[in-house]
């Protein structure tokens, strides 16, 4: 008997996006991560004590959400912005909770 791949599973194509997306979302991530410790960086050296630092990173961060929100991208690119509430409550709130 000869296998068959039908294209449903066998699809290199939709998988290289896939892959191609999940790169794009891991960059973005490193990338505001970074722009937020640069932030921090000169808003103490400046000493701009309006604006604290957590309040700089989610302002970033709603920023970045927004532009990838309204943005004709593929939904794909999106769901690596998506709030996962298990990563949260295990990894996040933690030391969030603990910070002395």
Request: hydrophobic share 50%.
């Amino acid at each position: 008997m000869s296998e068959q791949i039908s294209p449903a599973i066998h699809d290199p194509q939709g998988q290289e996006r896939q892959q191609q997306a999940a790169g794009v979302g891991i960059l973005l991530q490193i990338m505001m991560l970074v722009l937020s410790f640069v932030l921090g960086h000169v808003l103490r050296r400046h000493k701009f004590y309006y604006l604290p630092e957590a309040s700089a990173s989610l302002l970033i961060g709603m920023i970045v959400g927004g532009l990838a929100n309204i943005s004709n991208t593929e939904t794909s690119i999106r769901t690596w912005f998506n709030f996962h509430d298990e990563f949260f409550f295990l990894f996040l709130l933690p030391p969030i909770i603990l910070y002395p």
